[in-house]
């Protein structure tokens, strides 16, 4: 029997249990938005890697294609980010993999399954943070499992700094430095926090124009 990891919308972060997951599959399938090459050089390291580019995938990304189709223990598959530029013919694929929207589906139409394995990256307001497994009993035979990361990320703060409780003024004057022009390490510093919990909110604010204190702290709050 064959596994096969199924994971999209990494947006830079590779999650311990994630890591697990994978180490017991024999291949991955990665359906865009790396925003980092680390996160698919890291993923390279695991088992043998399929993912084609998400939006957020610049520059670097442009080495990744925009579809990708393959046959995989039996299975033909089609692979793209955003499901809404899938092309009317889609071939002889019987299995559509996709990411975008932080929201796992899995679904037949016409004789097509198409499944969303969600986000297993940073937490999206209060969406839960997935990813499949398909397990191969057979060529072209299979079944597919949700899998619910639940775990808290090692290495990144979970908690805000006790001498730090009103989260509201913090991010707010986090946003405000930005705007000056401080860098990660130096806002890090101010606050005495942890740099890459700094750069999740930084990154927010400059990504996501409009994006209010809420709307940042619902993202970070559940890391």
Same mark, same amino acid.
């Given at each position: 029997m064959y596994q096969i990891g199924i994971i999209s919308d990494?947006?830079?972060?590779?999650? +311990?249990?994630?890591?697990?997951?994978?180490?017991?599959?024999?291949?991955?399938?990665?359906?865009?938005?790396?925003? +980092?090459?680390?996160?698919?050089?890291?993923?390279? +390291?695991?088992?043998?890697?399929?993912?084609?580019?998400?939006?957020?995938?610049?520059?670097?990304?442009?080495?990744?294609?925009?579809?990708?189709?393959?046959?995989?223990?039996?299975?033909?598959?089609?692979?793209?980010?955003?499901?809404?530029?899938?092309?009317?013919?889609?071939?002889?694929?019987?299995?559509?993999?996709?990411?975008?929207?932080?929201?796992?589906?899995?679904?037949?139409?016409?004789?097509?399954?198409?499944?969303?394995?969600?986000?297993?990256g940073p937490r999206r307001f209060h969406q839960p943070i997935t990813m499949a497994v398909i397990d191969v009993a057979k060529e072209g035979m299979y079944t597919v499992r949700?899998?619910?990361?639940?775990?808290?990320?090692?290495?990144?703060?979970s908690k805000w700094p006790q001498k730090n409780k009103d989260q509201h003024k913090l991010v707010m004057a986090i946003m405000q430095d930005v705007d000056k022009g401080w860098t990660v390490e130096q806002i890090a510093k101010e606050y005495h926090m942890d740099t890459k919990l700094i750069e999740q909110i930084c990154r927010m604010y400059l990504t996501h124009p409009g994006v209010d204190v809420d709307g940042i702290l619902n993202r970070v709050g559940g890391l």
């Open positions: 990494t947006h830079g972060l590779v999650r +311990q249990k994630v890591k697990e997951t994978l180490q017991n599959c024999d291949a991955i399938l990665h359906a865009g938005d790396f925003y +980092q090459k680390a996160v698919l050089d890291e993923l390279k +390291q695991i088992a043998p890697l399929y993912a084609v580019r998400g939006n957020v995938d610049k520059e670097w990304g442009m080495m990744l294609p925009s579809s990708l189709d393959i046959m995989l223990f039996g299975i033909p598959i089609k692979m793209i980010h955003n499901k809404k530029e899938l092309p009317q013919d889609l071939g002889t694929a019987k299995l559509v993999v996709f990411g975008h929207s932080h929201q796992y589906l899995d679904r037949e139409e016409n004789g097509i399954r198409f499944l969303n394995p969600g986000s297993c949700k899998i619910d990361i639940v775990e808290t990320v090692a290495g990144k703060m």
